[in-house]
């Protein structure tokens, strides 16, 4: 591992607190922005928290550390959670969330690679994550720069586009075994549920069809994550991609399974049912800050 911050294991517990502090980080910066998506980055939270503080080569000290691995993010519009991942492991100081998309701030409303130290792509129209993670990972390969990876988030809606597909060919065609796709299952985009806009279904035999070796998991539970990871760094005769089952908005009560908050920052919603602006952040804080009322909070 050398000096890589995932030398500093955390048990699953711990995890599952990194994954809510970053949850409640979230809430803050779109809520300071005014603009951004909910559901997904909330879904992607346990995800991110376990690549970066338990999968993933890297370091925070050192972002381009020729050792590291790479994520890429695919489904730009998700990059909110991303940004407080990467705060909370030391990129930058968590203050600067509250720049979240306002003018000259390094954190965009898509990444943009050459503005933060850590972003391994600038996204931009959905589908190209996965060509990028392609490219990268050909590359590695004929560098001969074995022991790395390059994890590549996608969203299912996203699966819409042709050119996920494409890269899923060139992939299985040249072996790139260094390339792993993670799909976040939430079943939703921005104008209802995926297999009402465009069916998906059956995702598992599609990805098998093209030539990858599939993992099908709840993306909401850090150990099953962590599990797929290390047996998707063991196939070695195809690419692999972990369909991750996640609950979009998770542990927000009033945003959870809501396709509305696909592209709804929380404070600014006409849900129906769902609270005024300031409250809508106040109490998804609560929820969070008290595990759903696991927690106790004697003052209130």
Not at 132 to 148: E, K, T
């Given at each position: 591992?050398g ?14 607190l ?37 999968i ?7 972002p ?55 972003l ?29 990876w390059v994890y590549?988030i ?16 060139f992939?299985a ?11 976040d ?21 599609k990805?098998?069809?093209f ?7 709840d ?41 509305h ?23 998804a804080?609560?929820?969070l800050?008290?595990?759903r ?5 004697e003052?209130?």
């Amino acid at each position: 591992m050398g000096k890589s911050f995932t030398a500093k294991k955390l048990s699953i517990e711990k995890l599952e607190l990194v994954a809510n502090d970053i949850r409640q980080d979230l809430i803050k910066s779109l809520e300071e922005a005014g603009s951004g998506h909910s559901a997904g980055p909330l879904g992607l939270a346990d995800i991110f928290a376990a690549l970066y503080f338990d999968i993933m080569k890297h370091d925070p000290e050192d972002p381009d550390w020729d050792e590291r691995d790479m994520l890429l993010l695919s489904n730009g519009h998700c990059v909110p959670v991303q940004y407080a991942t990467m705060a909370n492991a030391g990129y930058f100081p968590k203050k600067e969330l509250m720049t979240l998309r306002k003018f000259k701030s390094r954190l965009q409303g898509h990444p943009e690679r050459e503005k933060l130290p850590g972003l391994e792509n600038t996204s931009g129209p959905l589908g190209c994550g996965l060509s990028q993670a392609c490219g990268i990972g050909l590359a590695m390969q004929m560098n001969q720069d074995s022991h790395r990876w390059v994890y590549t988030i996608m969203g299912d809606g996203e699966l819409n586009e042709g050119n996920i597909w494409e890269a899923a060919m060139f992939a299985a065609k040249y072996k790139i075994n260094n390339v792993i796709g993670i799909v976040d299952r939430n079943n939703i985009q921005i104008d209802g549920t995926t297999e009402h806009v465009m069916p998906l279904e059956d995702l598992r035999s599609k990805w098998e069809s093209f030539g990858w070796h599939v993992i099908e998991i709840d993306g909401n539970d850090i150990e099953a994550v962590i599990d797929a990871c290390a047996m998707a760094r063991a196939i070695v005769e195809k690419p692999v991609v972990i369909i991750a089952h996640t609950i979009p908005g998770k542990d927000v009560d009033y945003m959870e399974y809501d396709y509305h908050w696909h592209g709804i920052p929380v404070g600014l919603s006409d849900v129906a049912g769902a609270p005024p602006k300031n409250e809508q952040a106040k109490e998804a804080l609560k929820e969070l800050r008290t595990l759903r009322g696991k927690i106790k909070n004697e003052h209130e």
